[in-house]
């Protein structure tokens, strides 16, 4: 079974900041790695995805995550914020041979962007 | 193309009572999935499908059965209702991965449910 962990539930940032969300996760077995985006009122839509090949993997809207399989880590990462970016993220892992590749999701970060 | 949708937007039940979320997707996807969101606990599977005629239980499964009879139709079915089923449900649809790993994810608009 895997497991994942966002370790902030809420990160306040100043627009054109950077922010960094973090997120661990727990397998005894090989992973693929995504971020989510949940806009308020909203469905949740895929930022960035590892499968395998470079550790960094670069998503829509700017963002960016480094996959650290030492340290069982996937942080997402924007260099400068906008308002637009007030959202909840989520971090989720999958099972390289999981049957239907069925998703496991941390308990998400809500991000607020302030002007 | 209307992506995944789902019906109703919101709804209100009893304790006790019985009702169908629907799920709907027209990208011609094999795997569906029902997922809850409750606050601080991210996204849980509850039921998932690989295939029309095909079903199998998520993290969450009691109190909820589904059907996929059709690959387009993937209802989620409350028995009774309880107020622990007060929740955000999203259905969710993805390609059958033909190499590497997984496609994205496609998800609805959501239903909150709320059970009183």
């Known amino acids: 079974a895997q497991s994942v962990t966002q370790l902030d539930s809420q990160v306040p940032v100043f627009e054109e900041a950077p922010v960094e969300l973090r997120c661990n996760y727990s397998?005894?077995?090989?992973?693929?790695l995504f971020w989510y985006v949940q806009y308020p009122n909203q469905g949740l839509q895929l930022l960035l995805k590892?499968?395998?090949?470079?550790?960094l993997v670069k998503g829509i809207n700017g963002f960016e995550a480094e996959f650290n399989k030492s340290q069982t880590s996937f942080h997402l990462r924007k260099p400068s914020v906008h308002i637009s970016d007030t959202a909840e993220y989520f971090c989720?892992?999958?099972?390289?041979?999981?049957?239907?590749?069925?998703?496991?999701f941390g308990g998400g970060t809500r991000v607020l962007v302030k002007p | 193309n209307a992506g995944v949708t789902q019906t109703p937007k919101f709804q209100v039940l009893k304790t006790g009572q019985s009702m169908t979320l629907q799920c709907a997707q027209d990208?011609?996807?094999?795997?569906m999935s029902w997922y809850r969101q409750d606050p601080g606990m991210g996204l849980r599977l509850i039921h998932y499908s690989v295939g029309a005629g095909i079903t199998d239980q998520g993290e969450v499964p009691n109190g909820y059965n589904v059907s996929r009879s059709t690959t387009e139709d993937f209802p989620l079915r409350l028995l009774s209702a309880a107020p622990s089923q007060t929740s955000v449900y999203f259905c969710?649809?993805?390609?059958?991965?033909?190499?590497?790993?997984?496609?994205?994810?496609?998800f609805g608009p959501g239903t909150r449910l709320l059970v009183l």
């Open positions: 990208m011609n996807h094999e795997y």
């Open positions: 969710a649809s993805r390609p059958t991965s033909l190499a590497g790993g997984p496609g994205t994810q496609y």
């Open positions: 590892y499968l395998s090949g470079s550790t």
């Open positions: 989720a892992v999958s099972a390289v041979r999981a049957a239907g590749n069925k998703l496991t």
């Open positions: 397998s005894s077995v090989s992973v693929y």
